[in-house]
């Protein structure tokens, strides 16, 4: 079942991936999706505007999540989420399952270094190609003009999607506040609509049942002091070991760490403890309390420390 608190939805609850919004929502609605809610002013006006259709929103502010789980608690239509938007677009909504999505004035990350950051990349239209219904929306709205004609080329590249409009200062229906501040002081706005006109298949990293991956083996307890800070990989998966931590009532270890999928990254612990028979085998497995998304990397994680600790 997703855990649901007020507004926000916690897809790492979910014992199946993309997420059953039908049920979510408890209607066949439409669904708009924003990426980088804010204070959910934006939300508020679009959902009180459009009761008909469904809205969820990502943003990775905790703070953000709290004001604008306030300001929209008694909309039925809207939901919240806190994850990072290129992986939870892949992962929580199926092919062709959302109308439209929508970005409001994103920070550019012009910077090299800030290029990790970035949302408006060629896989971030290979998503959108895929869970855009045909014929599908994304819309941009910035005061930059360099990145809305960014935009439009790298969306444009591939042939998935073709430019319906880009426009200088439109009078667009609904307003976020910042973009009601740069009007009044004079400032452009640029707003963009890409349409989908080829729809793709993508490849995702948690479809399916999301299981908690475990192993069961004979270990050298000794090896727990070699744990620490070593480096596993395997593919396109990357695990460190940040942390080793003994517990004082039992024989349990708790594992701290850090798994890389590509440009996902999490962290969590993994426990190791012994069976009832200490001659026997111990459990290894996720920490049911950091509860990451089993991805590859993190499945991978659990086999891999698993396989060192059983070692001579």
Known sequence: M??????????AFSEYFPLNWQEIFGNK??????IGFGGGEYLQSYASHYPEKNFVGFEVSITSMKKANNRLKEFP???????????????????????KVIMNFPIPWDKK??????????????TLANILDDGGIFELATDVEWYAKQTIEIATEKGYFELESFVENSDREIKTRYEQKWIK??????????KKIKHIEVERLIGGIHEMPHE??????????????????????????????????????????????????????????PEEDRN???????DS?????????VKFSVKAIAEFLEGN
């Open 280 to 286: 026997s085998n111990w459990i290894i497995k996720l």
């Open 216 to 273: 069961k083996v004979r270990i050298n307890e000794e090896k727990f002091k070699e744990l620490h800070g070593k480096i596993f990989k395997e593919n396109a998966s990357v695990v460190v070991v940040k942390g080793i931590y003994k517990s004082t009532s039992n024989d349990a270890y708790l594992i701290k760490v850090i798994s890389s999928d590509k440009d996902f990254q999490q962290h969590y612990y993994l426990v190791a403890y």
């Open 77 to 99: 239509n809207v939901r919240l989420i806190i994850a990072d938007a290129r992986f939870g677009m892949r992962e929580f909504f199926g092919p062709k399952s959302v109308e």
């Open 185 to 194: 002081y004079g400032r452009n706005i640029y707003l963009l609509r890409l």
């Open 2 to 11: 997703i855990e649901l608190f007020n507004k926000e939805v916690k897809p």
């Open 29 to 34: 609605n439409g669904i708009i999706v924003e």
């Open 113 to 126: 270094s800030h290029e990790r950051r970035r949302v408006i990349i060629p896989e971030f239209f290979d």
């Open 289 to 297: 309390s950091s509860n990451p998304y089993r991805t590859p990397a």
